[in-house]
């Protein structure tokens, strides 16, 4: 799977939309970005994922360039409970496939 | 409701003894993945079970052993042979015909006295 590489922390206010980038430059045809992201001592929480268009959910926005090497999660409204760590992935979607989590990004929310 | 449940949340156990961490899901997944995360680490693959009575191996099986008997459930064991225990410890499962997205269970904490 591609490497990633995320910057190691942000801040953001409460209310206001938090942008996070994601560089995915040796990215492969066949493989999607995926987001995750773990609130402190909990499971990792799936976000959105996505291969060549932009995608939307009720969680976040997630924007693909068109060369695909990079991309970045938008949260349209940040609250406190957003504060968390948020993975940035790549991956083959293949059966048994194994997420690999480099070391995200670190967000706070602040109020 | 569906989802991943772990049980318990804290576990503690003495040295040399071999414990066992549970894992459920009621979401009809197929496949089911145990991971291990340590301290400000990311998540390493232990086992993961694509399909009931079938198992492999990830990236650091050594001193953990599966079973999956039922769909529903992959219980994860941790024996005297793993040398570093302690450590927090997720269960995922997801559908497995198109590789999709895996969701995680609450997680385990395991530390060993």
């Known amino acids: 799977d591609a490497k990633t590489t995320q910057p190691p922390s942000m801040d953001c206010a409460e209310g206001r939309a938090a942008n996070l980038p994601c560089n995915h430059s040796?990215?492969?045809?066949?493989?999607?970005v995926y987001w995750y992201r773990q609130i402190h001592s909990q499971g990792p929480q799936y976000i959105i994922h996505g291969l060549k268009n932009n995608e939307t959910n009720e969680m976040a926005s997630l924007i693909i360039t068109e060369d695909r090497k990079s991309s970045t999660l938008i949260l349209p409204h940040a609250t406190l409970r957003d504060t968390a760590v948020y993975y940035c992935i790549v991956r083959v979607k293949a059966a048994g496939n194994k997420l690999t989590f480099g070391g995200g990004t670190r967000v706070l929310v602040k109020p | 409701d569906g989802g991943i449940t772990q049980s318990p949340k804290y576990l503690f156990r003495k040295e040399g003894q071999n414990v066992t961490l549970s894992c459920e899901q009621n979401l009809n997944h197929d496949a089911m993945y145990w991971y291990r995360q340590d301290p400000g680490q990311g998540l390493r693959l232990i086992y993961y079970s694509q399909i009931v009575n079938d198992f492999q191996k990830g990236d650091i099986a050594e001193g953990y052993s599966v079973s999956r008997e039922k769909k529903e459930s992959f219980p994860l064991t941790v024996t005297s042979a793993q040398k570093n225990p302690t450590a927090f410890y997720l269960c995922?499962?997801?559908?497995?015909?198109?590789?999709?997205?895996?969701?995680f269970g609450p997680g385990t904490r395991l530390t060993v006295l």
């Open positions: 040796t990215i492969s045809g066949n493989e999607y």
């Open positions: 995922a499962s997801s559908r497995t015909e198109r590789g999709d997205t895996q969701y």
